[in-house]
């Protein structure tokens, strides 16, 4: 048995997104069954199933030192800031 | 010579009525949790083609009483069920191997509802055929693995298949011009699977069908009934 991850897509602009997962022999059985396991009330239009083994799983350590670097932001919490001082409303 | 339209209509209904009960009996209990939810949404699907054939054989618009008299409390002998779908299949190998002979006949027998002459009955067999296509699948994919897997799984589901496969034929009593696709459409994956079976030429006559219950028919109805039974005037 292998395990596959679930991802559904509504129709629309809203992207994949993660359901679940199940274990299946092989790929056409891992549809028929995410079908009943997953999708019984319409949840997705479209399914996606990923086996657990072709996901590559970054380390946390990877993605740490990128959390604090406020000068790579680009929300505009800055020039925001700088605005509302411009206006005397900070 | 086919029976009419309400005829197979009523059969089929029967039969779906008690799939729809079988298979609810595996919910918590069949080999792994996603085959426990599929049998469930497979038997679901099973019970609405049933309420839908009822209704149209009562016509007009039946109070949900008045469907679940007509479902559940009827003499045995005005039933026509098949005794296949009588049968009580507590090895899950049975179950399996009945469930995939049950679909694959289905799918024929709707298609002699869906040319029957009756629009709203066409209208019905065209919706419950959707549901029918992934049942067939579903079927036929856990067969085949099976047959295919270890020594095990396929000397179960043969000895399920030898004991099953001819019940099968009673499934087509009232069409038995439709039985020898049902017969072809068998073989074509027990071919591929190298397996054979021994199927009756015709189908039966004077069984389930005919309005004649198997003495299996007995406890499954009053399990069908216990609820009810509980409280027959309770409203729900």
């Known amino acids: 048995m292998r395990t596959y991850e679930v991802f559904l897509k509504k129709a629309g602009r809203d992207p994949f997104v993660h359901a679940g997962s199940l274990q299946a022999p092989d790929p056409a059985m891992a549809e028929l069954m995410a079908r009943e396991s997953y999708v019984r009330r319409g949840e997705g239009e479209q399914m996606w199933l990923v086996d657990r083994a072709a996901i590559v799983v970054a380390d946390a350590d990877l993605l740490a030192p990128n959390a604090d670097k406020p000068h790579r932001h680009n929300d505009g919490a800055r020039v925001a800031e700088h605005r509302r001082a411009a206006r005397g409303t900070t | 010579m086919t029976a009419g339209a309400r005829a197979l209509a009523l059969a089929l209904a029967d039969d779906e009525l008690l799939m729809g009960h079988h298979y609810s009996e595996w919910i918590c209990v069949a080999p792994f949790l996603e085959e426990d939810l599929a049998f469930c949404s497979i038997g679901q699907d099973e019970l609405g083609h049933a309420n839908a054939l009822y209704r149209w054989l009562l016509g007009g618009d039946p109070a ?50 869906a040319a029957a002459g009756d629009t709203d009955l066409a209208a019905l067999a065209a919706t419950a055929l959707r549901d029918e296509t992934y049942h067939r699948r579903h079927a036929q994919a856990m067969v085949e693995r099976l047959l295919q897997g270890t ?12 004991a099953l496969a001819p019940m099968s034929a009673g499934l087509f009593e009232l069409d038995p011009d439709r039985y020898p696709e ?13 397996v054979s079976v021994s199927w009756p030429d015709a189908p ?4 389930g069908q005919s309005g004649v219950r198997s003495p299996q028919f007995a406890d499954v109805h009053a ?9 027959p005037t309770a409203a729900w």
Request: glycine fraction near 2%; proline fraction near 6%; hydrophobic fraction near 35%.
């Open chain 2, 151 to 162: 020594d095990e799984s396929r000397a179960r589901l043969e000895a399920s298949l030898a």
């Open chain 2, 204 to 207: 039966p006559t004077g069984e």
């Open chain 2, 64 to 113: 949900t009483a008045d469907l679940d008299r007509y479902a559940l409390r009827r003499p045995p002998g005005e039933y026509r069920s098949a005794w296949l779908a009588e049968h009580p299949t507590p090895d899950w190998s049975d179950a399996l191997v009945r469930h995939w002979l049950y679909d694959t006949a289905e799918e024929l027998r709707w298609d002699a509802l």
């Open chain 2, 182 to 194: 049902h017969r072809a459409r068998c073989r074509s994956l027990l071919d591929h699977c190298d």
């Open chain 2, 223 to 231: 399990r069908m009934n216990a609820v009810l039974d509980l409280d």
